[in-house]
């Protein structure tokens, strides 16, 4: 190839035709014109200034409302470097696709240009990306979401070491719509949407797509877990991570407002983390963003109080219900709908469907959240004492059980499913395998990077414990089996406590189980599933680690059936 792919994507930002090119700084100032601009084009709406000052509201296009993952792709030169659990795109095929797309997409609008740094100041773990983009909502999310950093700064990178993004909302029309990487090259392009991971390009395509695939390399772990320090009655704070599916739980986690006395709760991150390996043989885990992007519907006084308490100030809300004194209004913010509620599209609500989307979204800054931990910004991170791969199961899978070690966490992670949720477009409810939390956001081969854990794992002398949770487990009638949320914090405390070896656990075949908890292991469906995961594993293809299938096979060989 003559031009690098960089090259060919500056080319290709000059293509779109933009009628003006702003490069973009993170000031108020800036924020405080977009948001004019946008409030006289009817992009935003400008929530109680009394009740909610400096907070907007933005409605999105009807059919544009969670990440789209049919047309989401890896582009590498070799489709099995993509792997079994990714579409691929020859990237010269996709480039061209994507070229003209993006010809003429910009024309009449303003180009933005925002540079930034993803990680704590001073890191040495952090990146810096540029995103260029012609969504003012999309500058407006990244000035809470990311640091966005002088352009000169980018000048003191190696060009190649920056991630690189092209966004355009095109036309929005979902037949158009596509979300191309490129991790050979460090560039994704992304048109037709302007929706939260599709659009937000530091969240799900740079901090996990291109960097899974960097970390591969450079011996690091990328991955979609939240992370939080739960500080016991001695002072004590033990920093746990935790890898669940879109919205099964992550944000509530990180922010829970403990009841427990003496205990606390402190946010570090609600959805994202790297993982370094440190000189001192354990597990270091850093935010890359600096705010949150998080799910409305369910967050209420009694769920998430901090989550609430953050987002009373310097907020943008995406698709929630407007009530007549211009408040924000989702399902489960813990009022009663108030008579002329105005749906997620700007309707009075009929009361046939719910009020706001099902995906509803705030933008916040990290410290606004009353939980927010001051450890988050730490050049080196946190050390992680213990790692929970969370599920979304209605049966099989009980409520909270531990790893015999390492390398059966990895196949516990490997084995994490979930029913479907709102966070992406398709059918709701179908149970689906959604391995580390990742499925979605890998940025190269599955199977690989369960290789590639396996090779960190080795390299830490003081493995982090980890420990599979399902707290969606359901009764006969559909109902939760544990109350969840605030009631959680039992578990974190036990968790705490199997780290620092004070509570015993109980041997099962499927792991170590929590005495005290009534914990039932069904052994039928425990029969069926590893079935499934049979399947699940075939599925991975050949370059998925001998030792998942030994760790397999071990299960049935505890069970007793051979
Ligand atoms: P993403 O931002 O999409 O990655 O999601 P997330 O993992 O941060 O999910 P979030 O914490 O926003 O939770 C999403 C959904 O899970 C909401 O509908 C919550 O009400 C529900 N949820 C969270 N915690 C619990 C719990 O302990 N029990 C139950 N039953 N539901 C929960
Ligand atoms: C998720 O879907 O996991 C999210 C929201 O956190 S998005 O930014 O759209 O990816
Ligand atoms: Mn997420």
Same mark, same amino acid.
């Given at each position: 190839?003559?031009?690098?792919?960089?090259?060919?994507?500056?080319?290709?930002?000059?293509?779109?035709?933009?009628?003006?090119?702003?490069?973009?700084?993170?000031?108020?100032?800036?924020?405080?014109?977009?948001?004019?601009?946008?409030?006289?084009?009817?992009?935003?709406?400008?929530?109680?200034?009394?009740?909610?000052?400096?907070?907007?509201?933005?409605?999105?296009?009807?059919?544009?409302?969670?990440?789209?993952?049919?047309?989401?792709?890896?582009?590498?030169?070799?489709?099995?470097?993509?792997?079994?659990?990714?579409?691929?795109?020859?990237?010269?095929?996709?480039?061209?696709?994507?070229?003209?797309?993006?010809?003429?997409?910009?024309?009449?609008?303003?180009?933005?240009?925002?540079?930034?740094?993803?990680?704590?100041?001073?890191?040495?773990?952090?990146?810096?990306?540029?995103?260029?983009?012609?969504?003012?909502?999309?500058?407006?999310?990244?000035?809470?979401?990311?640091?966005?950093?002088?352009?000169?700064?980018?000048?003191?990178?190696?060009?190649?070491?920056?991630?690189?993004?092209?966004?355009? %909302?095109?036309?929005?029309?979902?037949?158009?719509?596509?979300?191309?990487?490129?991790?050979?090259?460090?560039?994704?392009?992304?048109?037709?949407?302007?929706?939260?991971?599709?659009?937000?390009?530091?969240?799900?395509?740079?901090?996990?797509?291109?960097?899974?695939?960097?970390?591969?390399?450079?011996?690091?772990?990328?991955?979609?877990?939240?992370?939080?320090?739960?500080?016991?009655?001695?002072?004590?704070?033990?920093?746990?991570?935790?890898?669940?599916?879109?919205?099964?739980?992550?944000?509530?986690?990180?922010?829970?407002?403990?009841?427990?006395?003496?205990?606390?709760?402190?946010?570090?991150?609600?959805?994202?983390?790297?993982?370094?390996?440190?000189?001192?043989?354990? *597990?270091?885990?850093?935010?890359?963003?600096?705010?949150?992007?998080?799910?409305?519907?369910?967050?209420?006084?009694?769920?998430?109080?901090?989550?609430?308490?953050?987002?009373?100030?310097?907020?943008?809300?995406?698709?929630?219900?407007?009530? @007549?004194?211009?408040?924000?209004?989702?399902?489960?913010?813990?009022?009663?709908?108030?008579?002329? %509620?105005?749906?997620?599209?700007?309707?009075?609500?009929?009361?046939?469907?719910?009020?706001?989307? @099902?995906?509803?979204? #705030?933008?916040?800054?990290?410290?606004?959240?009353?939980?927010?931990?001051?450890?988050?910004?730490?050049?080196?991170?946190?050390?992680?004492?213990?790692?929970?791969?969370?599920?979304?199961?209605?049966?099989?899978?009980?409520?909270? #059980?531990?790893?015999?070690?390492?390398?059966?966490?990895?196949?516990?992670?490997?084995?994490?499913?979930?029913?479907?949720?709102?966070?992406?477009?398709?059918?709701?409810?179908?149970?689906?395998?959604?391995?580390?939390?990742?499925?979605?956001?890998?940025?190269?081969?599955?199977?690989?990077?369960?290789?590639?854990?396996?090779?960190?794992?080795?390299?830490?002398?003081? @493995?982090?414990?980890?420990?599979?949770?399902? *707290?969606?487990?359901?009764?006969?009638?559909?109902?939760?089996?544990?109350?969840?949320?605030? =009631?959680?914090?039992?578990?974190?405390?036990?968790?705490?406590?199997?780290?620092?070896?004070?509570?015993?656990?109980?041997?099962?075949?499927?792991? *170590?189980?929590?005495?005290?908890?009534?914990?039932?292991?069904?052994?039928?469906?425990?029969?069926? =599933?590893?079935?499934? *995961?049979?399947?699940?594993?075939?599925?991975?293809?050949?370059?998925?680690?001998?030792?998942?299938?030994?760790?397999?096979?071990?299960?049935?060989?505890?069970?007793?059936?051979?």
């Amino acid at each position: 190839m003559g031009r690098s792919l960089l090259e060919e994507m500056v080319e290709l930002a000059k293509e779109t035709m933009a009628d003006n090119v702003k490069i973009c700084d993170g000031s108020a100032k800036e924020f405080e014109e977009l948001t004019q601009k946008m409030l006289a084009d009817r992009a935003l709406i400008a929530l109680n200034p009394k009740t909610y000052p400096g907070c907007f509201l933005h409605r999105s296009a009807p059919h544009d409302v969670a990440r789209t993952e049919k047309v989401t792709f890896i582009c590498t030169r070799k489709k099995d470097d993509a792997g079994p659990t990714n579409n691929w795109m020859d990237p010269k095929e996709a480039g061209e696709k994507m070229t003209s797309l993006f010809r003429g997409s910009m024309r009449g609008r303003t180009m933005y240009v925002v540079p930034f740094s993803m990680g704590p100041v001073n890191s040495r773990f952090s990146r810096l990306g540029i995103e260029i983009t012609d969504s003012p909502y999309v500058v407006l999310n990244m000035h809470y979401l990311v640091r966005i950093i002088p352009a000169t700064r980018l000048s003191s990178e190696e060009p190649k070491d920056i991630m690189y993004g092209l966004h355009s %909302l095109g036309d929005l029309s979902p037949e158009k719509r596509f979300i191309m990487h490129f991790p050979e090259t460090n560039t994704v392009a992304s048109i037709g949407s302007g929706y939260g991971g599709n659009a937000l390009l530091g969240k799900k395509c740079f901090a996990l797509r291109l960097a899974s695939y960097i970390g591969r390399d450079e011996g690091w772990l990328a991955e979609h877990m939240m992370v939080l320090g739960l500080e016991d009655i001695s002072g004590r704070i033990t920093y746990i991570a935790g890898a669940f599916p879109s919205a099964c739980g992550k944000t509530n986690l990180s922010m829970l407002a403990s009841e427990l006395p003496g205990y606390k709760v402190w946010t570090v991150s609600d959805d994202l983390c790297w993982l370094h390996v440190g000189a001192d043989g354990r *597990l270091w885990a850093i935010n890359p963003e600096s705010g949150f992007f998080a799910v409305a519907p369910g967050t209420g006084p009694a769920t998430n109080p901090n989550m609430l308490a953050a987002v009373k100030r310097n907020t943008i809300f995406t698709n929630i219900a407007l009530t @007549p004194a211009n408040e924000p209004w989702w399902e489960g913010i813990g009022t009663e709908a108030p008579e002329g %509620l105005v749906d997620w599209q700007g309707r009075p609500w009929d009361k046939s469907g719910p009020a706001a989307h @099902p995906n509803a979204r #705030f933008t916040a800054p990290f410290h606004q959240c009353p939980s927010a931990s001051p450890e988050a910004d730490k050049p080196n991170g946190v050390p992680i004492s213990a790692i929970i791969f969370g599920g979304r199961r209605a049966d099989t899978v009980p409520l909270l #059980f531990e790893a015999f070690d390492w390398q059966h966490g990895m196949f516990l992670g490997l084995s994490i499913a979930s029913e479907t949720t709102a966070a992406t477009t398709g059918e709701i409810g179908v149970l689906r395998r959604d391995p580390f939390a990742m499925l979605p956001f890998t940025g190269y081969n599955m199977a690989d990077s369960v290789r590639h854990r396996l090779e960190v794992g080795a390299k830490l002398s003081r @493995p982090p414990k980890v420990f599979h949770l399902n *707290l969606f487990a359901q009764d006969d009638e559909g109902k939760y089996l544990w109350p969840g949320f605030k =009631e959680n914090i039992r578990l974190l405390k036990y968790i705490a406590e199997r780290v620092h070896g004070e509570v015993s656990a109980k041997e099962t075949p499927i792991g *170590l189980v929590p005495n005290g908890y009534g914990i039932q292991i069904d052994e039928a469906q425990w029969e069926k =599933e590893a079935v499934l *995961l049979d399947t699940h594993l075939e599925s991975l293809g050949n370059r998925l680690p001998e030792e998942m299938w030994e760790e397999l096979a071990e299960l049935r060989k505890r069970f007793g059936w051979y």
